[in-house]
C-alpha cells in the first residue's frame, strides 16, 4: 500500500517506551486522569514488554511519532528489566493514594487477561505455541496500513520461528472485526466484571455492565 512506504517500521526499543505507552494511554486509559492514566498504562507496557521476544513499530518518517507497534511473545524467558520496571511503578502508584485504586482497577484488565491466556496454553488448542500480546495503530495512521502491515510483520514471525499458530487476547474496546476479517477464528469468550475491571464505553460494551473479553487464534502452517 502505497502509505506504508511513507511510515518506518523497525523494532521497539527502551527509548520508545514512553511514546508506546503513551498512545497506550490514548487508546484505553482515556476516563483515568493525566496522572493516573500514565501510570496504569505504563505498567501495562511494561507487562506485555516483559514476555516480548518480537517486536515491530510503526514511526511517522518526519516527526519521529509513534503510529503503531505489535508485540509478539514465542515462549522466551521473561525480561528482568521490565519486570523490574513495572515494580517501581506499582511502588510509585501505590505512594499515591488518591491514584492507586483507579490505577489497579484497570490494570486488573492485563490480570484478567494473562489469566485467561495461560488458560489457553495450557488447554494446546489452536495458536497456542505464540501470543501476539499488542497490537496498537494509532488514529493518526488511519488509512495507511499500518495495522496490517504490523500484523503482518507478527503473523511471518510465527511461521519463521516454527510456530504452527499463535493467538490473542482483545475486548469489547477493540474492533475485532479486524481480526475476523483477517480469519482468525474466536476460540473463547469471558464475561468480566465491570466492578472488578472498568473498560471505557463501547457499543457493545458500555461502562458499568462489564465486557466480553476473547481470544482469537490462527494456524499459520
Given at each position: 500500500?502505497?502509505?506504508?512506504?511513507?511510515?518506518?517500521?523497525?523494532?521497539?526499543?527502551?527509548?520508545?517506551?514512553?511514546?508506546?505507552?503513551?498512545?497506550?494511554?490514548?487508546?484505553?486509559?482515556?476516563?483515568?486522569?493525566?496522572?493516573?492514566?500514565?501510570?496504569?498504562?505504563q505498567?501495562?507496557?511494561?507487562?506485555?514488554?516483559?514476555?516480548?521476544?518480537?517486536?515491530?513499530?510503526?514511526?511517522?518518517?518526519?516527526?519521529?511519532?509513534?503510529?503503531?507497534?505489535?508485540?509478539?511473545?514465542?515462549?522466551?524467558?521473561?525480561?528482568?528489566?521490565?519486570?523490574?520496571?513495572?515494580?517501581?511503578?506499582?511502588?510509585?502508584?501505590?505512594?499515591?493514594?488518591?491514584?492507586?485504586?483507579?490505577?489497579?482497577?484497570?490494570?486488573?484488565?492485563?490480570?484478567?487477561?494473562?489469566?485467561?491466556?495461560?488458560?489457553?496454553?495450557?488447554?494446546?488448542?489452536?495458536?497456542?505455541?505464540a501470543?501476539?500480546?499488542?497490537?496498537?495503530?494509532?488514529?493518526?495512521?488511519?488509512?495507511?496500513?499500518?495495522?496490517?502491515?504490523?500484523?503482518?510483520?507478527?503473523?511471518?514471525?510465527?511461521?519463521?520461528?516454527?510456530?504452527?499458530?499463535?493467538?490473542?487476547?482483545?475486548?469489547?474496546?477493540?474492533?475485532?472485526?479486524?481480526?475476523?476479517?483477517?480469519?482468525?477464528?474466536?476460540?473463547?469468550?469471558?464475561?468480566?466484571n465491570?466492578?472488578?475491571?472498568?473498560?471505557?464505553?463501547?457499543?457493545?460494551?458500555?461502562?458499568?455492565?462489564?465486557?466480553?473479553?476473547?481470544?482469537?487464534?490462527?494456524?499459520?502452517?
Open positions: 500500500m502505497k502509505g506504508q512506504n511513507q511510515v518506518v517500521f523497525r523494532p521497539f526499543t527502551e527509548k520508545d517506551f514512553e511514546a508506546l505507552a503513551a498512545l497506550f494511554a490514548q487508546q484505553w486509559c482515556s476516563e483515568l486522569n493525566d496522572e493516573a492514566a500514565r501510570l496504569a498504562s505498567i501495562d507496557i511494561c507487562t506485555y514488554l516483559a514476555e516480548t521476544d518480537w517486536s515491530l513499530l510503526a514511526q511517522h518518517p518526519q516527526t519521529g511519532a509513534v503510529l503503531g507497534a505489535a508485540l509478539l511473545h514465542q515462549g522466551g524467558a521473561p525480561h528482568e528489566r521490565w519486570l523490574a520496571r513495572k515494580q517501581e511503578l506499582l511502588a510509585e502508584a501505590r505512594a499515591n493514594k488518591g491514584l492507586f485504586g483507579d490505577v489497579m482497577r484497570d490494570i486488573s484488565v492485563i490480570d484478567e487477561e494473562a489469566a485467561l491466556g495461560a488458560e489457553y496454553v495450557a488447554s494446546g488448542q489452536v495458536g497456542c505455541e501470543e501476539l500480546k499488542l497490537l496498537i495503530v494509532s488514529p493518526a495512521a488511519q488509512g495507511l496500513g499500518v495495522g496490517w502491515r504490523l500484523f503482518g510483520g507478527a503473523k511471518a514471525q510465527v511461521a519463521e520461528a516454527g510456530c504452527r499458530g499463535f493467538f490473542l487476547l482483545t475486548d469489547d474496546s477493540c474492533d475485532v472485526s479486524f481480526y475476523e476479517h483477517k480469519k482468525l477464528l474466536r476460540m473463547e469468550t469471558r464475561r468480566i465491570a466492578v472488578e475491571a472498568p473498560c471505557p464505553p463501547t457499543e457493545s460494551g458500555p461502562q458499568g455492565e462489564g465486557f466480553n473479553m476473547y481470544v482469537y487464534a490462527q494456524e499459520v502452517r
